[in-house]
């Protein structure tokens, strides 16, 4: 669905429709109503976040693009800010790659892989968009951006329940225990495994609510990849 300041969805419904990704990211929304989805974001409680969480559509396999690969979670908070940065409004695996590593030794490939896996992390949040192989700014790049980063980490923390391999197992954990692994059996073994670490810390990170039904399913989760 299509976020509009013309209907009459509140800035909270908006945040809600956020995380279960039924908003446009791509749609012209008004920089200052971004800004109020985003403040009501960041104070969406768990139990309005895991109640998406358990009306997801996503069945019990996930698409490899709604499946993230980062190194630290630390870049992702980097990613919006090269457009604030660099005043472009575009830009492509490779010069995002050496943007976040900033090492004039790596290779072309390494910026490119790199580029590419935190470009496509951060847009399954919303904070970007992607358009081919290029990345762009998304309705919520510059509100992001103009947070502090005690703000930012607590959009960001709501954010990853946005991530729909993240809904898939917390879903499925609220009942008994779940293999983590499942959702991404269609994946090779290698790819399988590291885009498991990047889940993990996300969990790692959601673990941070310290929220008794979150914690219980995160722990319901185990890693057996046979």
Request: with cysteine.
């Amino acid at each position: 669905m299509r976020y509009s300041v013309a209907t009459s969805i509140t800035p909270r419904a908006a945040a809600k429709m956020l995380i279960s990704n039924e908003i446009d990211i791509s749609s012209d929304i008004p920089y200052s109503e971004a800004l109020k989805i985003l403040d009501e974001l960041r104070t969406l409680t768990v139990e309005e976040c895991l109640s998406i969480v358990d009306f997801n559509n996503y069945g019990t396999v996930a698409d490899i693009k709604h499946i993230p690969q980062f190194s630290k979670i630390e870049k992702l908070f980097r990613v919006p800010l090269y457009f604030i940065e660099s005043g472009q409004m575009s830009v492509d695996y490779p010069q995002l790659g050496f943007y976040l590593k900033l090492d004039i030794n790596a290779s072309l490939v390494s910026n490119i892989k790199y580029g590419e896996n935190h470009g496509k992390t951060t847009a399954i949040l919303g904070l970007i968009d992607c358009n081919n192989t290029r990345f762009i700014p998304s309705a919520f790049t510059s509100a992001f951006c103009s947070f502090d980063e005690d703000k930012q980490r607590e959009i960001m923390l709501r954010l990853f329940f946005r991530v729909p391999v993240v809904q898939i197992i917390l879903k499925a954990a609220a009942v008994d225990k779940v293999n983590g692994f499942l959702p991404m059996m269609a994946l090779k073994e290698s790819t399988r495994l590291r885009r498991s670490y990047s889940i993990r810390a996300i969990f790692k990170q959601l673990l941070l609510y310290d929220h008794s039904e979150l914690n219980h399913r995160i722990e319901n989760i185990v890693w057996e990849d046979n």
